[in-house]
């Protein structure tokens, strides 16, 4: 019998130690370390359902997950019980019941990740794993003229890593995804975020993006070569993949 309960999580945590998001077998995740401690709470199996997977090394502010549970014990309880059991690097920040048709996944109208940039000449040990280092002053105006080129509706083939999704599937959208957003905001003096706000992602698309978008520096490329980039649909075009420690899940959208 289905369990009564739909239960949706807002949470946080450090991906520095972490193999991604999704369950594995002999590997620590995110998914796992949750599911493990919800089937302690609840003395039952439990099935978590984030709204995406993230990498090995990546970080969230605001992953979104739910379960079904036939459980009693309120939301309140489920939080401070979770929150004891689980490792510092994982966080709960809510608990609420959800509507019987809410589904972490499938109910996402949208996602906003943010890629972080220090710029500072000497990086602080503190937010190595937080943010890459590029101490090189940047050309921001220019970086966000590239930017622009890729708001909208495109296929980004060009910024998809391989295993992103099964190819050979010809019906579906393929590499097509709309950006409705994508801009450099400043945090302080010294770090950078480049955020990108979008119906949904394909993988290795965010951090493909900002190695691309490095290049604007590097290879003094400007918003004519970026646009130029994202028709070719060729991955072999596109500027390296960014490391993983810089990019956090910010905010999933219903």
Same mark, same amino acid.
């Given at each position: 019998?289905?369990?009564?309960?739909?239960?949706?999580?807002?949470?946080?945590?450090?991906?520095?130690?972490?193999?991604?998001?999704?369950?594995?077998?002999?590997?620590?995740?995110?998914?796992?370390?949750?599911?493990?401690?919800?089937?302690?709470?609840?003395?039952?199996?439990?099935?978590?359902?984030?709204?995406?997977?993230?990498?090995?090394?990546?970080?969230?502010?605001?992953?979104?997950?739910?379960?079904?549970?036939?459980?009693?014990?309120?939301?309140?309880?489920?939080?401070?019980?979770?929150?004891?059991?689980?490792?510092?690097?994982?966080?709960?920040?809510?608990?609420?019941?959800?509507?019987?048709?809410?589904?972490?996944?499938?109910?996402?109208?949208?996602?906003?990740?943010?890629?972080?940039?220090?710029?500072?000449?000497?990086?602080?040990?503190?937010?190595?794993?937080?943010?890459?280092?590029?101490?090189?002053?940047?050309?921001?105006?220019?970086?966000?003229?590239?930017?622009?080129?890729? &708001? =909208?509706?495109? *296929? %980004?083939?060009?910024?998809?890593?391989?295993?992103? /999704?099964?190819? !050979?599937?010809?019906?579906?959208?393929?590499?097509?995804?709309?950006?409705?957003?994508?801009?450099?905001?400043?945090?302080?003096?010294?770090?950078?975020?480049?955020?990108?706000?979008?119906?949904?992602?394909?993988?290795?698309?965010?951090?493909?993006?900002?190695?691309?978008?490095?290049?604007?520096?590097?290879?003094? &490329? =400007?918003?004519? *070569? %970026?646009?130029?980039?994202?028709?070719?649909?060729? /991955?072999?075009? !596109?500027?390296?993949?960014?490391?993983?420690?810089?990019?956090?899940?910010?905010?999933?959208?219903?």
């Amino acid at each position: 019998m289905e369990a009564a309960r739909n239960i949706g999580l807002l949470i946080a945590y450090d991906g520095g130690d972490y193999q991604g998001w999704q369950r594995q077998t002999a590997v620590p995740t995110i998914q796992g370390e949750i599911e493990a401690r919800l089937s302690i709470i609840t003395t039952r199996n439990v099935t978590l359902h984030g709204a995406g997977r993230t990498d090995a090394g990546v970080h969230a502010t605001g992953m979104t997950a739910n379960f079904r549970t036939n459980s009693s014990q309120s939301c309140p309880q489920l939080q401070k019980a979770l929150n004891s059991m689980l490792p510092p690097a994982i966080r709960i920040l809510d608990i609420k019941e959800m509507g019987d048709s809410f589904h972490a996944r499938f109910s996402c109208r949208g996602k906003r990740y943010r890629y972080y940039l220090q710029t500072t000449p000497v990086q602080p040990p503190f937010s190595r794993r937080y943010a890459l280092h590029t101490p090189a002053a940047l050309d921001e105006e220019r970086m966000q003229s590239c930017l622009n080129t890729i &708001i =909208g509706t495109h *296929d %980004f083939s060009s910024f998809e890593n391989s295993g992103s /999704r099964n190819k !050979a599937k010809t019906d579906g959208r393929g590499a097509v995804r709309t950006l409705f957003a994508a801009k450099l905001r400043r945090h302080g003096q010294d770090m950078l975020s480049i955020e990108l706000t979008g119906d949904g992602f394909l993988r290795g698309m965010v951090r493909n993006i900002v190695g691309t978008l490095l290049w604007v520096k590097e290879k003094k &490329i =400007g918003a004519g *070569d %970026f646009a130029a980039i994202l028709a070719a649909q060729n /991955r072999a075009l !596109a500027g390296p993949t960014a490391p993983p420690y810089g990019l956090f899940l910010n905010k999933v959208f219903y």
